[in-house]
């Protein structure tokens, strides 16, 4: 039985792993931004779509207008939602309303094969600290501030746990990636930036 491939991209500032600051992004990077729109968007089957699992807070964190995020189908995590996948379908709804991580994946990966083509798990701090025996692989953005001041962050990687789950693979980012995405380049809004790939294992 095929399962869907979980994928975790996140952009981090390097050392801490920071990723947040009072519930929004530490920084502003519209190049960034791009590449993460287009990884999640883009398929290989242009029949099928690609699945966004985030926590409530960050989809909170989405401006109204710009949600659900277009061309994905959209699943908000929040422990007061009652509904299990099985129950989410009341179609009015623009977007899936889940009550369980681990359960949502399960249900995605396995009954969704038909439309679906990869899981991505786009944070914040709480979802991605949870997803870490979830996540096959890990889509990396590590951030490197050059010729500006550290942001301030209060939201982080558990660096521990990442480094036991994550093994770098530089070589393959580009044939992972369906073809049409561009990686940004390195250096923006002083921010060295550079996509990494890792397998979780
Ligand atoms: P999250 O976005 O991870 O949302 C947390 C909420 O998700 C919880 O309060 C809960 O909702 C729900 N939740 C979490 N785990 C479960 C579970 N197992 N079952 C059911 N519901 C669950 O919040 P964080 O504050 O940790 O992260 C947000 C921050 O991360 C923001 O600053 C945001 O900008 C940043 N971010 C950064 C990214 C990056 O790449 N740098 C990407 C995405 C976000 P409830 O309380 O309703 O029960």
Redesign the pocket.
């Known amino acids: 039985k095929t399962k869907l491939p979980v994928v975790s991209i996140?952009?981090?500032l390097v050392p801490e792993m920071g990723?947040?600051?009072q519930?929004?992004?530490p920084w502003r990077l519209s190049k960034e931004m791009k590449y993460f729109r287009q990884v999640t968007s883009s398929t290989f089957d242009p029949a099928k779509k690609n699945a966004v699992i985030?926590?409530?807070?960050?989809w909170e964190?989405i401006p109204a207008r710009f949600r659900p995020l277009p061309n994905r189908i959209n699943v908000v995590?929040?422990?007061?939602f009652t509904d299990t996948l099985q129950e989410a379908n009341d179609l009015t709804d623009p977007y899936f309303k889940i009550?369980?991580?681990s359960g949502c994946i399960d249900e995605l990966t396995t009954k969704m094969t038909k439309d679906l083509e990869r899981i991505y798990i786009?944070?914040?701090?709480?979802?991605y600290n949870?997803c870490y025996n979830m996540a096959d692989y890990w889509l990396i953005t590590k951030l490197t501030p050059v010729d500006t001041v550290e942001p301030e962050m209060d939201?982080f990687l558990n660096t521990k746990t990442l480094k036991q789950v994550f093994e770098e693979d530089k070589t393959h980012l580009s044939e992972f990636l369906p073809e049409g995405v561009e990686l940004p380049e390195k250096s923006e809004d002083g921010c060295y930036h550079a996509q990494e790939k890792g397998y979780s294992f």
Do not use: D, P, Q
């Open positions: 996140v952009a981090c990723i947040g600051f519930g929004n992004l985030m926590g409530r807070k960050t964190s995590i929040s422990r007061s009550n369980s991580l786009i944070g914040g701090g709480e979802i949870e939201t």
